[in-house]
């Protein structure tokens, strides 16, 4: 029996055209400038940690669920259990644009959320917005557009209190 060795090192993925590499790159220093973050090379180093040595096989789509998940778990370990849910991006972003998170560069996202100082962890908790109440469908009761406030005004006085008192006179 034959055997083939390979060395380890060498990849036989096919390589992505040059343009392929550009858009996940671009999709993901867009991704990180929406956190804040303005530096070339602050971006550069957040597009590594995410793409690692797969930059050649990425899609933007599969960077971006890649960014976006290994965000989601440092922020719901900076925030807590009490913030994770459905929301956790949105609000975990507002928080941490809102201490000025990306003055510390890429290694705040890129550094274990234990080993940043407790001040700023909380400082980002007490930041996190809070959510809007749920939709509730009602009845909007009927609004009566009053062109000419005194007219209106000349009208109730002129005209009999023992009309209907459920109906505006205004009608």
Do not use: K, Y
Not at 96 to 121: I, N
Not at 131 to 153: G, K
């Amino acid at each position: 029996m034959d055997s083939v060795t390979t060395h380890p090192f060498i990849s036989f993925a096919p390589a992505m055209p040059q343009a392929a590499r550009a858009d996940t790159q671009a999709a993901l220093v867009s991704f990180f400038q929406d956190f804040g973050f303005t530096a070339r090379g602050d971006l550069e180093r957040l597009a590594g940690w995410i793409l690692g040595t797969r930059e050649l096989s990425l899609s933007p789509e599969a960077a971006l669920a890649l960014a976006r998940w290994r965000v989601e778990g440092w922020l719901a370990e900076v925030l807590g259990p009490s913030h994770v849910g459905p929301s956790l991006m949105v609000r975990g972003r507002a928080a941490f644009v809102l201490v000025g998170g990306a003055r510390w560069g890429a290694d705040v996202l890129m550094r274990t959320p234990s080993s940043l100082p407790e001040a700023w962890r909380r400082a980002v908790c007490e930041a996190v917005p809070m959510s809007a109440p749920a939709e509730m469908p009602c009845q909007m009761r009927e609004q009566v557009l009053v062109l000419n406030p005194f007219m209106d005004m000349l009208r109730r006085w002129l005209r009999p209190a023992a009309s209907r008192a459920d109906v505006s006179p205004s009608r």
